[in-house]
Every structure is written in structure tokens, then in C-alpha cells.
């Protein structure tokens, strides 16, 4: 058993408990915050630095407050690593412009981001709550880039949201494939759940 298993069930009922009890947003944070870089074992999922370290949220938090304290929304950043994240555009979003319009919401890497969590989730193949996800969160993702209401998308809460930010959106490849070949659709393989 990995000697980290129970100080990390420890750090996520803690942090459950302040998103239950509705503690104030800052103690929502900083225990988000010691979970994911407890859980990355206090190291740079990109670089493998030790030295100053964040813990980033993948999707921010004013794009989609409900992803705040996800747990699969976190991943752990080095200061080096975190300031390229947040290259560009890094203020309040205006919510009236299409998503990332700004270029703030960093949806090009946010596929990354949730590959290279997908991948470190290995480790812990029997807590995959780790990298937990609310299906309902998981639903408005899909919706966001054009899956069908319903489709059944493979894998851990982690690696479904690898699968829907890893690409373009589904209207995207629809029209690339329907032009090469017509009547068809990528999108066909994504059928709703019955």
C-alpha cells in the first residue's frame, strides 16, 4: 500500500468537510490547495521542481466557480511552470465574450494539463477520488464542446476530462470529417446514453 494513501484520505475529508460545512472560500482554498500538492508529492507535475510550488486550477475558478475544489481541477506547478500557465491574458474574464475570447481560460493546454493527471493518477490506481470530477461538471464540459447530451465518454473522472478537452470541438471535427467524407460524423461515435 502506498504509505501516502492515509495522509491523503485525511487531506480530502478535510477538504470535503470545508466544502460540506461551507467554510469561508479562503479555507476552501488553502485545503484544495495542500490536497493537490499533498497528492503530487509536493513536486512539478511538469518540470519535477520542489522549489516554489502552486497548486493551478486547470479550468479557473471564474469560468466555472462550481470547479473551484475539484479535485481533478488541481494540478501542482512550479512558480516557472505556473507563470507560463497564466501567459497572456490572466485577469476577471468578461463572461459576455465566447469562452477564452481573452485567451485567459488557457483551454489549448487544459488538455494537457489533464493528460499529464490522467498519467500521475497512476499511481494511485485505487483512488481514482483523487482526481475526482462532479459528473454534472464532467456533463457541462462535454456540452461545451459539442458532445451530445448523454454521451457516454470512456475512463476515470480524470481521463474523461483528458478526452474532452484533448481535441477541438466536436462541430470543429464534424465539419473537417463531413467535408472529406460526406454524411459523415465523428461526433456518431459518442451515441447518448439509452
Known sequence: MNKLIPELDAALIRL???IVLDRKDTTKHRRWSHFVRSRDRFRC???TSSE???AHHIIRKTLMPSARCQPGNGITLCKKCHQEAHLGFNGRPDLQQPIDA??????NIAGELFGVLARASRAYPSRPIYYHWDPR?????????GFPQGAQ???TPIEQAH???DRAP???TDAVIGAMFPGQRYSDRFAPIA
Open 170 to 172: 466536436l462541430q470543429v
Open 153 to 155: 465518454i470512456p475512463g
Open 102 to 107: 481573452e485567451d485567459g481560460e488557457k483551454l
Open 163 to 165: 478526452f474532452i478537452w
Open 16 to 18: 470535503d468537510d470545508a
Open 52 to 54: 516554489k510550488l502552486d
Open 137 to 145: 461538471i464532467l456533463a457541462n464540459f462535454a456540452e461545451i464542446q
Open 45 to 47: 507535475l511538469i518540470c
